[in-house]
Each structure stands twice: as structure tokens, then as C-alpha cells.
């Protein structure tokens, strides 16, 4: 079944303690994308990859950082969250980069960082 | 930069019945795609409707129909035949040639058995 798959669905953890939610798609997507959503903001960018290697900020990109080593999985890394980063996370993979085609959502991960 | 506004935080609909969901947009690009995404309770983002902004006819999906005006930067959604499961947040999005999706901030709909 083609998906994206984000891993945990759920983390609660403290202030400072460096965390991973990685992401990954089986359908050979070159772009891959982190939207975070809050309340009365909607969904916005923090980073995106156009292909393996490649990556670059979105809107909201300050305490996170991405790597992109293989083009099926692009992992969200907060070095020291801070509560600001308490939010639901959202990976995101489209076929081509280039051309704005659909694209596919993960589940999502809902942070808390006390 | 792109923003898109969603001015309506909430609506409501009878089950039946028609609704139509505002979003407006601002880009100085001239090449873009407009979606509307649907959030259930489960809170996964589920296409609704795609529109290319070279073309001119509006984009239908069954009971979803988009009104799409180009010079007034407006794209709406109407739901026809409004159902219990058309409840859910739904949000406006832009995106440009590099892929990158901008949301507008969401409206909640509810819908009245």
C-alpha cells in the first residue's frame, strides 16, 4: 500500500531532551516536506527536501533540522525542543518536485514538550 | 510570499444541503495550483480538489465544485448534498512550481442531521 508513515504517532517529553520523529514513503517521491499545524494557524513549513541531499527552509524552520540520505525517508530533528515546539506534526511526499502535484500526508505526530 | 485567507473559522450545514467555503489567495506568481484539503477528526489530510490556475473551468469532484476567479484571487468550495462525513476542518492551499503547499488557517464544518 503506498503511504507515508511517521513514526511515534504520540511523544511527550521534556524541555531540552533531543528527539527524532522520522518520516518515510514507499512510493519513490523525490520531494518530501514537515508541516507543522497549531490552532488558528493552519499548516505551515518548516523544512522541505527537492531530492536526496537536498534540502532546504521553509517558513517556520528556527529549532528543527532535516537530513535527506535516502530518498525514502526525511527525519524531523529537534536538537533541545522547547515548549514553543509543542504542536502536530505532518510529513508530507509528492512524486516530483517541480510540479505541484498532490501531496500525500502522514498520519501525524502530536508532540508535547513540557 | 504567498498568503492564503480562509475567513469563515466555523460554518454549518444541514445534512442536504449546500454549503460554500471562502478562500482568497494573494501570489505575484503566475503559474500555481489551488487545493482545498479535508481534516477529518482522525486528523489526516485528505485531498478534496485540485485546480490549476491556467485553466479556466472549474474543477468538480462528484458533490465538491470549486469557483475559481482568477482576477479577484478567490477559490471557494461548494459541497452539494451536505453528509454526516463532510464534517471536518477543511483548508485552502497554494502552491507554486517548487511544491511548497501555504495554507490558509482552516474552517471547522459541522453538519446538522
Known amino acids: 500500500e503506498a503511504q507515508v508513515t511517521q513514526n511515534p504517532r504520540y511523544l511527550i517529553t521534556v524541555t531540552g531532551k533531543k528527539l527524532t520523529v522520522t518520516c518515510s514513503q514507499n512510493m519513490n517521491h523525490e520531494y518530501m516536506s514537515w508541516y507543522r499545524q497549531d490552532p488558528g494557524l493552519g499548516l505551515r513549513q518548516i523544512y522541505y527536501s527537492m531530492n536526496v541531499e537536498v534540502t532546504d527552509k521553509g517558513d517556520v524552520p528556527e529549532g528543527y533540522k532535516v537530513s535527506r540520505k535516502e530518498k525514502r525517508n526525511f527525519p524531523l530533528i529537534l536538537e533541545s525542543p522547547s515548549p514553543n515546539q509543542t504542536s502536530l506534526y505532518f510529513c508530507?511526499?509528492?512524486?516530483?518536485?517541480?510540479?505541484?502535484?498532490?501531496?500525500?500526508f502522514g498520519p501525524g505526530t502530536r508532540l508535547t514538550v513540557t | 510570499a504567498q498568503t492564503v485567507t480562509q475567513s469563515q473559522p466555523e460554518m454549518s450545514v444541514q445534512e442536504a444541503e449546500t454549503v460554500t467555503l471562502s478562500c482568497t489567495y494573494d501570489t505575484s506568481e503566475s503559474d500555481y495550483y489551488l487545493f482545498w484539503y479535508k481534516q477529518p477528526p482522525s486528523r489526516q489530510m485528505i485531498l478534496v480538489i485540485r485546480q490549476e490556475a491556467y485553466k479556466q473551468q472549474n474543477a468538480t469532484e462528484n458533490r465538491f465544485s470549486v469557483n475559481f476567479q482568477k482576477a479577484a484571487k478567490s477559490f471557494s468550495l461548494k459541497i452539494s448534498d451536505s453528509q454526516l462525513g463532510d464534517a471536518a476542518m477543511y483548508f485552502c492551499?497554494?502552491?507554486?512550481?517548487?511544491?511548497?503547499?501555504?495554507f490558509g488557517t482552516g474552517t471547522r464544518l459541522t453538519v446538522i442531521p
Open positions: 492551499a497554494q502552491s507554486t512550481g517548487a511544491n511548497n503547499l501555504f
Open positions: 508530507a511526499s509528492s512524486l516530483r518536485t517541480g510540479t505541484p502535484l498532490e501531496q500525500y
